[in-house]
């Protein structure tokens, strides 16, 4: 069974500039939560989708942005890039809501200069 | 709102000695509680979850934790650590009726040979 897919896995982005992360879950899941890592703030919850609509946000601003296709996949967007927003950017999928368990990708890392 | 307070960025440890992970959490209402672990280069594995019942939790790689609603902590244990052990590990409290769930922000086990 294949895990949750994340692309691109490396990217690089100039400030100014916007970016599409993509991220397809395990079959069979339908909610996908997106996260944040960075060295100073750790994992910092970004949204959450579940047949393709959001159902919890964090705390950012609205340059960031999300959605989910009926498929289950999903893709954030960040527009006018901020060199605060290298990151690495997390999805992970589960099953149904409330079951506690979520299963991650490895990852996008990216980096604005 | 629920949050989560590791109490230590880092922790050394010798290689087969034992280790505790604190974690400590604030909510005012029943939780669910996770530990996962962050290979380098990966993504998040789920070691283990309380969800209800028993507070001794028993997870993957012979880790365990346990659930003390007292002292809002859930601290993760393993009687002998081996070198593969070397990891990330994250704590995380989610709300049953919502189903973000917050990270703490890590804490590095390093294991010394």
């Known amino acids: 069974k294949a895990g949750v897919t994340q692309t691109p896995r490396y990217l690089i982005k100039t400030r100014g500039q916007q970016v599409t992360l993509s991220c397809s879950p395990i079959s069979g899941h339908r909610s996908v939560s997106w996260y944040q890592q960075t060295p100073g703030q750790g994992l910092q919850f970004l949204f959450e989708y579940f047949s393709e609509t959001q159902r919890n946000k964090g705390n950012f601003p609205g340059r960031f942005s999300g959605r989910q296709f009926s498929n289950s996949r999903s893709e954030m967007n960040v527009s006018t890039l901020e060199l605060g927003d290298s990151a690495l950017y997390l999805c992970a999928s589960s099953r149904d809501v409330n079951t506690g368990e979520l299963f991650f990708g490895e990852g996008s890392r990216l980096t604005v200069l | 709102a629920q949050s989560v307070t590791q109490l230590d960025s880092q922790v050394p440890v010798f290689e087969e000695a034992p280790v505790e992970l604190r974690c400590n959490y604030s909510?005012?209402?029943?939780?669910?509680l996770f530990w996962y672990v962050q290979y380098p280069n990966q993504g998040l594995q789920l070691l283990l979850k309380y969800l209800s019942g028993s507070t001794l939790v028993k997870g993957i790689n012979g880790f365990e934790a346990e659930f003390n609603k007292s002292q809002t902590s859930f601290h993760l244990r393993k009687p002998s650590v081996h070198i593969s052990d070397t990891a990330e590990y994250f704590c995380?409290?989610?709300?049953?009726?919502?189903?973000?769930?917050?990270f703490g922000k890590g804490t590095r086990l390093h294991i010394l040979p």
């Open positions: 909510s005012s209402v029943s939780v669910y």
């Open positions: 995380a409290v989610s709300d049953p009726r919502d189903d973000k769930i917050i």
